[in-house]
């Protein structure tokens, strides 16, 4: 079995591949502050509760946006499951070109989620990620990634509204009845949503216009759920998006 991990600023998102089938995920805090042990423990027991020995896991792969826990979770791989890991990086094979100025500044995650959606579409693609951070990337029809947008996410601009006013607060991620909020907590829930949305809608136009308009959109992330409702772009929803495209890359990687 291989063991997926993608190490990101707010969770690691992990998941468990048998064959060529995802046969379970999970989601835990990212906490640069904990030790290896502490991360192997919670791994252990995660996998028992899917029935899954730590001896069924042959292979690791680990794509990482937080240096500090990129050798921690090599330690694990070590030490819990006495396999090296594949680090996502320069030098490993991905079959996407990366056109971006400074290729090495491009978060790994961005990369792999490139993989993934063409591998989906093997077209020209937009891929949506709306997590900590809304990001935008680009991918042409001969895959060549090409760079995108970053904007902060909408769960980041809630906590900042909240933590920097002591009047505002907390509000739950929804609609609103309006986009004229009549209250404070409507009143933000249209800025966050509905002004995010709009934001989506107009960078997807953008990118269409420097791309074709007939290229495909694919969303991922936390809140792409709720996001979907309101802009109707999207041409598939892959909450594991970042998952699959590291099974994408093991394949080509691996040893035979």
Same mark, same amino acid.
């Given at each position: ?6 190490? *990101? =600023?707010? =969770? @690691? ?18 906490? %640069? $502050? ?22 069924? @896991? ?7 946006? !937080? ?8 330690? /694990? %791989?070590? &030490? ?6 594949? /680090?996502?990086?320069?030098?490993? $094979?991905? *079959? ?9 500044? !491009? *978060?790994?995650?961005? /990369?792999?989620?490139? #993989? ?8 020209? !693609?937009?891929? !949506?990620? #709306?997590?900590?951070?809304? #990001?935008?990337? %680009? ?13 902060? *996410? @909408?769960?980041?601009?809630?906590? %900042? ?55 495909? #959109? ?14 109707? /772009? ?13 099974? &994408?890359?093991?394949?080509? =990687?691996?040893?035979?």
């Amino acid at each position: 079995m291989l063991l997926a991990l993608d190490i *990101g =600023n707010t =969770n @690691i998102t992990l998941g468990v591949f048998k064959n060529d089938q995802l046969v379970a995920t999970w989601r835990i805090a990212t906490d %640069a $502050k904990k030790m290896p042990d502490e991360y192997g423990l919670i791994l252990s027991d995660l996998l028992a509760l899917n029935n899954i020995n730590s001896s069924d @896991i042959t292979d690791m792969i680990i794509c990482s946006v !937080v240096p500090p826990l990129t050798p921690a979770f090599s330690e /694990i %791989a070590k &030490n819990y499951f006495k396999i090296s890991s594949l /680090i996502v990086g320069p030098g490993i $094979k991905t *079959g996407i070109k990366n056109l971006y100025d400074s290729p090495r500044d !491009v *978060g790994a995650d961005r /990369i792999v989620n490139a #993989v993934a959606a063409y591998e989906m579409f093997k077209s020209a !693609v937009i891929i !949506v990620d #709306v997590g900590t951070f809304t #990001v935008f990337d %680009a991918v042409t029809s001969s895959a060549e990634y090409i760079g995108g947008s970053i904007a902060l *996410g @909408i769960s980041a601009s809630a906590e %900042a509204i909240y933590h920097t006013s002591s009047q505002l607060r907390r509000v739950e991620l929804k609609r609103p009845p309006n986009a004229i909020g009549q209250n404070t907590i409507n009143s933000i829930q249209s800025g966050l949503i509905l002004g995010y949305s709009d934001m989506i809608i107009g960078m997807v136009n953008r990118f269409r216009d420097e791309l074709s308009h007939d290229t495909k #959109v694919i969303a991922t992330g936390g809140l792409a759920q709720v996001i979907n409702k309101e802009v109707k /772009i999207f041409d598939c929803l892959e909450p594991n998006l970042t998952l699959l495209g590291l099974k &994408n890359i093991y394949n080509m =990687n691996r040893k035979i």
